[in-house]
């Protein structure tokens, strides 16, 4: 214990708190720093998502213009998804649909699943030497359909700028159900402007619209927002330990994304250069956005048995030179 301070949140910890007025009003949300200049939110009401994240005073996230919404104003026809989409540093996809809206298997799937929209079961938290610990469990289940449990656990490293994630998804059920998940890690303003660099170590990389090969370096280039920009997807082809990065020579500060590509085998480039509209997509995720029906017809859908489960990681480190 630090002879110099009253209690741990003088410099360092998680706090507690619930959101007040509009939309947000009620929403319960932890405040998290490591005392070396990484602070970001845990939105418990949505999935334990990450909503915010700072470094030494500098946002990294889009925040969307319908800011912090409850889940209780959740639309989940057609694109409704988009009215409560805070986008924020990441918003979990899943974990029974990921993109597009579809007719799959006899089911009406909702844009990029439900379970973003769903408040935690149980939450909880604690500080030790080796750093600060979150855990929380999501409940994605119905009668009569499937019935799955999500396990989130972070570690935020007190010695360094690191956020260690780690996500087991258990199918309690009785049926094989559908499991289709992808992080919508989403980069904004100031750290994502026309000076910033982004690195892929893509073997191969695809426009999803017309599925045309592309050349890297077009699709990696950061533009100043245009009026009327149209938003475009990229699928890149990535293997083995991988580790993306983002870094913005204005601020001097970046954030590196590292992963097994082998276990989410699928990364998505999600570019917006609107006005307002500002944001830079870098999803990886057992899938691809293009819907659950374009999956299981390519052979590509991934399951749970009954009593089964996956698990996986993903590390987020934020620096400056």
């Given at each position: 214990m630090n002879k110099y301070m009253g209690h741990i949140n003088q410099t360092m910890g998680v706090e507690e708190m619930r959101l007040s007025g509009g939309k947000?009003?009620?929403?319960?949300?932890?405040?998290v720093r490591n005392g070396k200049g990484l602070e970001f939110w845990v939105s418990v009401d949505r999935c334990a998502d990450i909503s915010r994240l700072s470094f030494k005073g500098d946002n990294y996230s889009y925040f969307s213009p319908c800011g912090y919404v409850s889940p209780q104003y959740y639309d989940d026809k057609g694109a409704g998804f988009l009215k409560s989409f805070?986008?924020?540093f990441f918003t979990t996809c899943g974990l029974t649909a990921v993109g597009s809206c579809c007719v799959d298997d006899g089911e009406e799937t909702p844009l990029h699943g439900t379970i973003s929209n769903t408040p935690c079961e149980n939450i909880g938290h604690w500080t030790s030497e080796d750093g600060i610990h979150i855990k929380a469990i999501i409940r994605d289940a119905r009668i009569f359909s499937h019935k799955l449990i999500l396990e989130r656990e972070y570690i935020v490293s007190l010695d360094k700028n690191e956020i260690s994630l780690k996500d087991t998804?258990?199918?309690?059920g009785n049926t094989v159900s559908p499991l289709m998940l992808l992080y919508h890690c989403n980069m904004g303003y100031p750290l994502l402007d026309e000076n910033a660099k982004i690195t892929v170590p893509s073997t191969n990389v695809v426009r999803r619209s017309d599925g045309e090969e592309m050349e890297l370096e077009k699709c990696l280039e950061v533009e100043k927002p245009k009026n009327g920009y149209e938003e475009v997807c990229y699928y890149h082809a990535l293997s083995g330990d991988t580790e993306i990065s983002i870094y913005n020579p204005n601020i001097k500060k970046g954030l590196k994304m590292s992963y097994d590509a082998d276990q989410l085998k699928y990364f998505t480039q999600w570019k917006m250069m609107g006005e307002y509209d500002y944001v830079m997509g870098l999803e990886p995720g057992n899938c691809t956005p293009d819907g659950r029906k374009v999956m299981r017809e390519k052979g590509?859908?991934?399951?749970?048995?009954?009593?089964?489960?996956?698990t996986f990681s993903l590390k987020f480190s934020v620096y400056e030179e």
């Open positions: 947000a009003d009620g929403m319960r949300m932890l405040y805070t986008a924020g998804v258990k199918n309690i590509l859908l991934e399951f749970l048995n009954p009593g089964e489960e996956k």
